[in-house]
């Protein structure tokens, strides 16, 4: 009786430490703990699932901004006379610039003709002054303002890096530029207020930089600003690597500068000699160098040489010209 009232207890004894065994994790929170790090994991996971989404979706749009971009680029490969003269910072207007030139081309075949007598050389002049010397002059009204643009333009993104983080609109940015910076980054973002008042928007407007300054550092700009407008995202935090990215450029430039100095001082002393010796013998032995321009064989070899050191020229400028 005794051994079976012992079993007994033994029994229950049994029973009750299982069933304290097993309700242990349900009285301590292990299970709830490890749904709730379940449920947290599957949120985890489709959050983590929802960004790389997201990524897809911004990589997509950044490429498809900057392939639109390059179509763009492409097509308006070919400069037009207008936008080469606005690109120059003028303003007059084509028949200007053809009077100009049929002026400038008849003063130099006259010069041409009164000096040689050839009327081939007076063609010769009409052709130099009607058509080279305008495109040149162009040309380096064209570069100078665009090497003073590119100068300022860091300042001016700075400006729009200052104002968005102080909570300002891209706008109001874009109009304080266009009152305060120096010229010709002033003008260019004057246009570009001008034409959000006309109702284009901030990347259109934007877009027609490059047009009218044909730089990297204003592409670099317009792509910006045109991701930004489409995909989204921080647009100091672009701006600022831009920033630092142009005056990167502007460093390694000057940095390119300085190490072909001698090699562009010894093009300009190459170029010059020619000059400077016949101007010396001139002075010396007038009678010795008359024959070069009095004499028919003269004149062929003056327009030989003339040719050649042209050439030569070219060639030299073309070899110290770097892009960066």
């Not at 709730?36 to 599957?42: A, D, G, I, K, W």
């Not at 959050?47 to 901004?65: H, I, L, N, P, Y």
């Not at 064209?142 to 609109?169: N, W």
């Not at 930004?228 to 100091?236: D, H, R, S, V």
Request: hydrophobic share 45%; charged share 20%; glycine share 8%.
């Amino acid at each position: 009786m005794e051994s079976r009232s012992i079993l007994i207890v033994l029994l229950t004894l049994a029973s009750a430490s299982g069933a304290a065994l097993l309700a242990l994790p349900w009285l301590s929170g292990d299970v709830k703990g490890e749904k709730r790090r379940q449920t947290l994991l599957v949120r985890g996971q489709a959050v983590r699932g929802d960004r790389q989404v997201d990524a897809a979706v911004r990589r997509k749009q950044v490429a498809d901004s900057l392939k639109e971009l390059e179509q763009r680029s492409a097509k308006k490969k070919k400069v037009s006379l207008e936008t080469r003269i606005t690109q120059a910072g003028l303003t007059m207007s084509k028949s200007t610039y053809f009077i100009a030139s049929g002026f400038a081309g008849g003063l130099i075949a006259l010069m041409l003709f009164a000096f040689s007598g050839n009327p081939a050389f007076g063609g010769a002049g009409m052709a130099i002054g009607g058509l080279g010397l305008p495109s040149m002059w162009l040309s380096f009204m064209t570069r100078r303002r665009l090497k003073k643009f590119t100068l300022a333009f860091p300042s001016a993104v700075d400006v729009i890096i200052r104002g968005v983080r102080a909570g300002l609109p891209l706008g109001d940015c874009l109009r304080i530029i266009a009152a305060e910076a120096p010229e010709p980054v002033r003008g260019e973002f004057r246009q570009i207020v001008e034409a959000q008042t006309l109702g284009m928007s901030v990347s259109e407007a934007v877009e027609r930089l490059p047009e009218h300054i044909p730089t990297a550092e204003a592409n670099f700009f317009a792509i910006v600003i045109s991701i930004q407008q489409k995909a989204g995202g921080n647009l100091a935090e672009a701006l600022g690597n831009l920033s630092r990215v142009l005056r990167e450029r502007k460093k390694m430039a000057d940095k390119v500068k300085a190490m072909s100095s001698e090699a562009r001082a010894s093009a300009y002393i190459i170029g010059s000699l020619p000059i400077v010796v016949a101007a010396l013998v001139y002075i010396t032995s007038p009678h010795y160098i008359e024959q070069l321009w009095l004499k028919e064989t003269g004149r062929v070899v003056l327009l030989g040489c003339f040719c050649a050191m042209s050439t030569g020229v070219l060639i030299m400028n073309k070899m110290i010209s770097f892009d960066i």
